[in-house]
C-alpha cells in the first residue's frame, strides 16, 4: 500500500471474521500481515476473538503477537468460558483514554462500541470503533448510542469506523451518522469474493480532514478474511479542534428519552440481512 501523504493520519477498519480466513484456515499470522501492509496510525478490528483469562486493560497485542510496534484496547461484546469475542483497537502511538460502550438489546446477538483517545504524533484523536447488529431496530437504537458518546467529544477530532452492516436502501440509519459527521464514502468491502456491500465504513468529523478512502486489496487481504480492510486518510493540518474528553465508562451510554429496554420497535420479526452467501455477523 502507498504510503500516507506527509502529515496525514491514516485510519482502518477490519472485519476479520475471528482470524478465519476465504479459505476456512483460522491463520492470526495472516491477519497480522494485513495489518503490517495497511500500516495504519490506528486500526479496528471486529469479529476479534482472544483467550478469556487475557486481563482487560492490556495493551500487549494477543492472538496477533506478531505486531509488536503496536498496542492494543480490547473491547469483547461477548465473554465465553474460555473466549472473548468483539472489537479491538490497534495503534503503535500512545492510549490516552479507553471507553466500552455497550450497544446490546436483549434476545439478540450482543454488541459493543470501543471508544479511546489517542496521541497520534501530538494530535489527540477520538476514535469510536463499532459492530452494529443485523436488524434495523438494533441499529436504530446502536446509532443513539454513538450519537451520545460523539456529543461528549463535540468540538473535538473523532473518527468512527467499524462494521455497521447497513446495506439496505431505505432502510439505512446512516444517514443520522452523515448529519452529524459529514458524507461517509460507501466502498464495497464484502465479500471479498466479489464485493457488493458497503458494510464497512469510516466517517471523520470536522469533515474537511477527511481525505482518500480506499479498499486494501492485496492477494493476502483477498484470502485473511471475508472482509476487505477499508482505510482513510485524517489530514488535521487545517482542522482546529480542541482537547475533549469524556469520562471513562464501562457501562451503556443511554439516550435521555430511550429506557434500553426492547419495546416493540426493537423486535424486528424477520431480520433485514443479505442471502446465506453474504450474511456478515
Known sequence: MTAPRPGAIRVATYNVHACVGSDGRHDPKRTAAVINEIGADVVALQEF????????ETR????????????CALGPARR??????GNVLLTPHKILEVHRIDLSIARYEP???????????GVELHVLAAHLGLRLAERRFQVKQIMEYLRS????LVAVLGDFNDWLPGRSVMHVLDEHLGHSPKTRSFPVAWPLLALDRIWVHPRQALGRVTIH????????????????????EPVE???ARAEESGGRVRDPDDSGAPGPDRRDPSPSTPSAALRSR
Open 80 to 85: 465465553g468460558a474460555t473466549h472473548c469475542f
Open 241 to 243: 479542534v480542541r482537547p
Open 60 to 71: 500487549t497485542p494477543v492472538v496477533l503477537t506478531e505486531l509488536e510496534n503496536y498496542q
Open 153 to 156: 467529544v463535540r468540538g473535538a
Open 111 to 121: 454488541r459493543s462500541a470501543l471508544a479511546a483517545t489517542i496521541d497520534v504524533r
Open 49 to 56: 476473538r482472544y483467550p478469556a483469562d487475557i486481563a482487560l
Open 217 to 236: 486489496q492485496s492477494p493476502i487481504a483477498r484470502r485473511a478474511s471475508d472482509h476487505y480492510p477499508v482505510v482513510a486518510e485524517i489530514n488535521p
